[in-house]
């Protein structure tokens, strides 16, 4: 009773398949999809805004030496 073999994973496949329809679940499985693109598509934008907002290596050099150039900082 505690195995879980193929079998009984076919059997809740068909049961969920008759419950909720085909087109219920393809509905539901494209917007799972969609939701899983945004989120790469968020996360991809989220990484380019803060690689051009970070400063390249050559401006954080030129600060540095400005820095220790000027005595009044």
Do not use: N, Y
């Not at 193929?6 to 393809?26: E, K, Q």
């Not at 968020?42 to 290596?57: F, H, N, V, Y």
Request: proline content about 3%.
């Amino acid at each position: 009773m505690g195995s879980s073999s193929v079998w009984h994973w076919c059997l809740v496949l068909a049961v969920f398949i008759l419950l909720f329809g085909s087109d219920r679940i393809s509905r539901l499985l494209r917007g799972i999809g969609e939701g899983m693109q945004d989120f790469r598509k968020s996360l991809k934008r989220e990484a380019e805004e803060i690689a051009t907002a970070m400063p390249t290596k050559s401006e954080l050099e030129q600060s540095v030496s400005k820095g220790l150039e000027d005595p009044a900082i």
